[in-house]
């Protein structure tokens, strides 16, 4: 027997006893007489003692054990007297009587606590020692307990838990694929899964009504954010519903999570319209922990001589802005940062006007010289103004306008701290369009994937105005965060036509691509729909992570490599002639 109890769960109630513990040498310190060594394993922490009085030779030999040895130790509890109440076995201690080395460690090259002096590369060659911190541990326990929660609720609700395979044909969700040589078929390949999308359709044809699946996806993207070339998603798919018995379905899902796992009430989920989230919030995913919308000025701005607004106005333009409470008494060099943020490229708007509502009652404005007080008074009731508040206003291209205050909402709500890191905004967004326009290319494209239903009161603008059709597609937000997306499925062949059509992808595409699907879908296929959770994602929410490698075992790093195992790295001439591929270049 290695142990009769872990490291965490000793306590005053076990006063006397005689255990037996394993685990890791956090730290040995001798100590008048004594030694002291910290014995961690996954549970927790407990303190074993030597005394050089009652065995001076296993106190000389306690003394040698390095940081990180695998130990098996014997002895009593007892009660310590200076106590730690910060860790659950911080009244007791063990008088060891007996121990033994089982396994021997090299000085590890960093600090294996929470703070550690190890570089986030270092971290990454060394993960298992990484692992070994109480953050990353308690991030782990935290995403098995919410996978257990999911499994769970949607068990209880009849879902089945059906697995896919990985090595799959090409399907579209609109990233590069993964792709795997067939060393059987030389020149062919197979893709690994951007998502099981056709795979769980077909399980729907296939009657299995509703399925879910932890599961691994692969999507070959460069790097953008915070991604991970494989990720986890909680894929579930349900035939015969409506969007509303999805939202009921997930929004409960994701309420009974946070209830099991954090002991928090989260409220029934809102729903807002893509189309007004952009148009307040200047994003499709905005955190609402804080207010400050965007508000438009187009109708509103009095008459007056100031060309940036005008021009604007009549090339179709818009004119808007935030109301940044609170910042009257910004300096010259606070609005420049402001200014100089919203002119980055990716942002490109040529500046921000600004009126500020002095706490004195006086009003000064960067516009001075083209609008009375009284009309930059009449402004600010627009965004109820009141003493103390800063306006800053942008006029340009209608998506930019909306981009670049969306971004610096964010950014005011940082500087200002208008966020309780402690509250949790989770919502619905739907009626997202169902096509994008190219910004430059001009070109048609799904807005999510070419399978997603079309609200059938749009079918009108398919072919005039196809913008303009919204989509029975939806995000869940978190924090600012789209954590899961989704829709109700096209089930008609003639609808899935039309999209196509407006792809426009040729009758041979089709049936290259999607063949298989379109021959599924005439054996009688049932209405359905669903979604996919970005399981990273909710866990660095939940645990309050920073990044996503913080929540997953063994992340690559954001150039897509796996410093552990040195990973992609090049194989044999001989691997390469089996699959009948010659590396150029
Ligand atoms: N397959 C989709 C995705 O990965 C989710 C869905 O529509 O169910 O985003």
Same mark, same amino acid.
Do not use: V
């Given at each position: 027997m290695y142990r009769s109890h872990t490291c965490g769960e000793l306590n005053l109630? !076990?006063?006397g006893t005689e255990v037996t513990l394993s685990g890791w040498v956090q730290k040995a310190r001798a100590l008048g007489g004594m030694t002291f060594v910290d014995l961690r394993d996954r549970y927790g922490i407990t303190q074993l003692v030597f005394n050089m009085e009652s065995d001076a030779a296993l106190c000389e030999r306690a003394n040698k054990l390095g940081r990180e040895f695998v130990i098996q130790a014997k002895g009593k509890v007892a009660e310590r007297s200076?106590? !730690?109440?910060? $860790?659950?076995?911080?009244e007791i201690e063990i008088l060891v009587s007996e121990f033994t080395v089982l396994s021997e460690s090299e000085t /590890?090259?960093? $600090? $294996?606590? &929470?703070?550690?002096? =190890?570089s986030e590369e270092l971290r990454l060659k060394y993960r298992y020692l990484d692992i070994r911190r109480p953050k990353l541990r308690d991030t782990l326990i935290m995403r098995a307990q919410i996978n257990k929660a999911v499994r769970e609720y949607l068990d209880n609700k009849d879902f089945i838990e059906i697995e896919t395979p990985n090595l799959i044909k090409s399907t579209p969700e609109g990233a590069r694929d993964f792709l795997v040589p067939s060393r059987l078929v030389n020149g062919a390949f197979y893709a690994l899964p951007q998502s099981p999308q056709i795979l769980k359709q077909l399980l729907m044809v296939a009657g299995m009504d509703r399925y879910y699946q932890i599961v691994r996806c692969f999507r070959d993207e460069d790097?953008? @954010? *915070?991604?991970? /070339?494989e990720f986890t998603q909680v894929d579930c798919e349900m035939s015969f519903v409506h969007q509303d018995d999805i939202f009921d379905t997930f929004g409960g899902l994701i309420q009974y999570v946070f209830k099991k796992v954090l002991n928090h009430d989260l409220p029934a989920l809102q729903r807002l319209k893509y189309d007004d989230a952009i148009r307040l919030y200047?994003? *499709?995913? /905005?955190?609402?922990?804080f207010d400050c919308k965007i508000v438009e000025l187009n109708a509103l701005l009095p008459k007056s001589e100031f060309g940036v607004f005008n021009t604007q106005i009549e090339n179709g333009g818009l004119v808007a802005g935030l &109301?940044?409470?609170?910042? %009257? %008494?910004?300096t010259r060099k606070q609005l420049d940062e402001l200014t100089e943020f919203v002119k980055a490229s990716h942002r490109g708007l040529g500046g921000l006007v600004n009126i500020k509502f002095n706490e004195d009652g006086s009003v000064k404005s960067s516009i001075d010289k083209f609008f009375t007080e009284e009309q930059l008074r009449e402004i600010g009731k627009a965004f109820d103004a009141q003493k103390g508040d800063l306006l800053l206003i942008a006029a340009d291209k209608i998506s930019k306008v909306r981009k670049s205050l969306g971004d610096l909402r964010l950014d005011l709500a940082k500087r200002n701290n208008w966020? #309780?890191?402690?509250s949790w905004s989770v919502l619905w967004i739907v009626d997202f369009p169902l096509f994008e326009k190219g910004e430059e290319s001009g070109e048609i494209t799904f807005a999510h994937h070419p399978f997603c239903s079309p609200h059938p009161e749009d079918l009108?603008?398919? *072919?005039? #105005? /196809?913008?303009r059709v919204r989509a029975q597609t939806y995000d869940m937000v978190m924090n600012g965060n789209e954590i899961l997306s989704g829709s109700i499925r096209i089930h008609q062949k003639d609808i899935q036509e039309r999209v196509f059509n407006n792809l426009g992808l040729t009758p041979e595409d089709r049936e290259k691509k999607f063949g298989f699907m379109l021959n599924a879908f005439k054996y009688g296929a049932p209405p359905h729909g669903g979604c996919a959770f970005g399981m990273d994602r909710l866990v660095m929410l939940m645990s309050g992570g920073d990044t996503i490698r913080d929540v997953i075992a063994y992340p690559k790093t954001? =150039? @897509?490599?796996?410093l552990m195992m040195d990973a992609p790295t090049a194989v044999d001439e001989k691997q390469l002639k089996e699959l009948g591929i010659k590396v150029v270049g």
């Open positions: 109630t !076990n006063n200076s106590k !730690n109440l910060n $860790i659950p076995t911080g /590890p090259p960093f $600090i $294996i606590e &929470n703070e550690t002096d =190890g790097f953008r @954010g *915070d991604r991970q /070339p200047g994003s *499709d995913k /905005p955190d609402l922990r &109301n940044a409470k609170g910042c %009257a %008494a910004y966020i #309780d890191e402690k009108q603008y398919f *072919d005039t #105005d /196809p913008t954001s =150039g @897509g490599r796996d």
